[in-house]
């Protein structure tokens, strides 16, 4: 799927394959991962003439830039038009691949390296004279792309798209109508302008030497992404729901717990019982909070790379550095924006960390589910990478219990996962969710704290501070919640 800025329909544009040597696919490659890389980092990137050599006069249809990770899209822009040469469309379709795919949220700069690069050279648009069912035939898959239009709607696929999803070719036309906003069977109406086109795509990793040309950065800040949702949109209603949460007095003398778990759903279901476990835990210099990956996006374990933690009215300090060396230790454990952009497990314990503890700096860290041995081994890495630190970190699991049972059974299958933690078992812990099927989000994140606090010699202990569902605040009891607050040590 792509998204391209149009030409008018008359262009007919080159009707002619361009032809580039491997030399200037190379180009090509360093050209526009230069120009992805300039974006990015908010830079003025040069114009790609320079690097294009000959090849940066090619006439084109359009130009393509197409970004995957892991296999999965994760931007595709492009730039159309009549009279086009190759480095002005290539320059237009990198900037907007870079930051401006309406589908996903910007390429972060931590992720650059991570990518996969396809650059689509266009050309051979021609309408489809044939009228209604007729225009079927003359699609061919693999060969054409296809670009729609009626009134001011547009839609078009690249000739990949097909092979890629496997259609056939009345599949590959309704798709180019469903992404135009069109009825699925739009293509067949006369007032529907049907054109293919044909396409060659340079392919190869994002050139990393290209981001050489910037230094290199991390995101300074994460803003906040469910203000208004999950917790208040502005400050003073954020302190005065923090001043309800706090008063019962002030904070008792912090006990030696090595780590806790705390619920995260919105502060009216949840942010009480939060609130008891961070009172008593020892908020040290750091504080390490792993959440699971609710959201698609980014790395499946991904440790924020920001300097601070933004929400309405304040701010929490990161540590840049910490969450480099758990990356470097930690074998799959990416320095990863995306994967925390839109996530609300950490951001909503930030406020009550800021009232009680305003100095600690937080790292949060995502971590999407995954074999029971490579938790393990997550535990086993963050345990050495911590071991030595002069004062170790407090880990902090973010999670809920069991989702959408009714009361009764949501208060069955809490007790069984609550029992399992209190096991200090991580083993016990994850298999006793699988073979439940308890929809315990935190499950996975649960599992690594524990590995780490058990191969630390620091879990010995585990006290339940509290435990509810949200039917205590909803009075439905056919649509549950379950939430605990637990210490460890």
């Not at 799959?332 to 952009?341: I, N, Q």
Request: aromatic residues 6%; negative net charge.
């Amino acid at each position: 799927m792509a998204s391209a800025s149009q030409p008018p329909w008359q262009s007919c544009g080159p009707t002619a394959q361009p032809t580039l040597t491997q030399e200037q696919e190379t180009s090509i490659l360093r050209a526009s991962s230069r120009r992805v890389a300039a974006a990015v980092h908010a830079r003025r990137g040069s114009s790609s003439r320079d690097l294009l050599g000959d090849a940066a006069n090619t006439p084109v249809y359009g130009v393509f830039v197409t970004l995957k990770r892991a296999g999965q899209l994760r931007s595709c822009c492009g730039c159309l038009g009549e009279g086009l040469r190759f480095s002005e469309a290539l320059d237009r379709a990198a900037d907007r691949a870079a930051t401006d795919d309406p589908r996903f949220p910007p390429i972060s700069p931590t992720e650059l390296g991570e990518l996969d690069m396809h650059v689509w050279l266009l050309w051979g648009p021609q309408p489809v004279a044939a009228r209604g069912e007729d225009r079927a035939a003359a699609i061919v898959l693999g060969k054409h792309g296809l670009q729609i239009g009626r009134g001011g709607a547009r839609g078009l696929l690249l000739p990949s798209v097909a092979v890629d999803y496997g259609l056939d070719t009345r599949a590959f036309l309704q798709q180019v109508c469903l992404k135009a906003g069109l009825p699925r069977d739009a293509w067949k109406s006369d007032d529907t302008t049907l054109l293919v086109f044909q396409g060659y795509a340079v392919e190869g990793p994002f050139d990393t030497t290209a981001e050489s040309d910037w230094e290199a950065e991390s995101p300074e800040a994460r803003p906040p992404a469910v203000a208004g949702g999950f917790y208040p949109a502005t400050a003073g209603e954020i302190q005065r729901r923090l001043d309800a949460m706090f008063a019962d007095g002030p904070r008792p003398a912090a006990e030696p717990w090595a780590g806790g778990l705390v619920p995260h759903a919105g502060w009216q279901y949840s942010g009480r019982l939060a609130a008891a476990v961070f009172q008593r835990a020892p908020l040290s210099e750091c504080v390490l909070i792993l959440g699971p990956k609710h959201r698609p996006g980014g790395a499946q374990w991904a440790v924020a790379p920001h300097g601070r933690w933004l929400f309405p009215g304040g701010e929490m300090a990161s540590d840049p550095a910490m969450a480099a060396r758990l990356a470097g230790a930690i074998s799959g454990l990416k320095l990863d924006a995306v994967a925390h952009c839109q996530e609300h497990a950490i951001e909503v314990q930030l406020p009550l960390l800021a009232r009680l503890a305003p100095q600690t700096r937080v790292v949060g860290i995502v971590v999407g589910d995954r074999s029971l041995p490579e938790l393990l081994r997550f535990g086993r890495e963050m345990a050495e990478a911590i071991r030595d630190l002069p004062q170790r970190p407090l880990l902090v699991v973010s999670s809920d219990l069991n989702h959408f049972a009714d009361e009764a059974e949501t208060q069955r299958l809490d007790r069984l996962a609550l029992d399992a933690i209190q096991t200090l078992d991580p083993v016990s812990l994850y298999e006793t969710v699988k073979e439940q099927h308890i929809s315990m989000c935190g499950a996975a994140p649960c599992t690594v704290v524990m590995e780490t606090l058990r191969c630390l010699n620091v879990l010995h202990r585990c006290e339940l501070v509290g435990h509810s569902t949200s039917a205590e605040q909803t009075g439905d009891t056919h649509r549950v919640v379950g939430y605990a607050g637990l210490l460890l040590g």
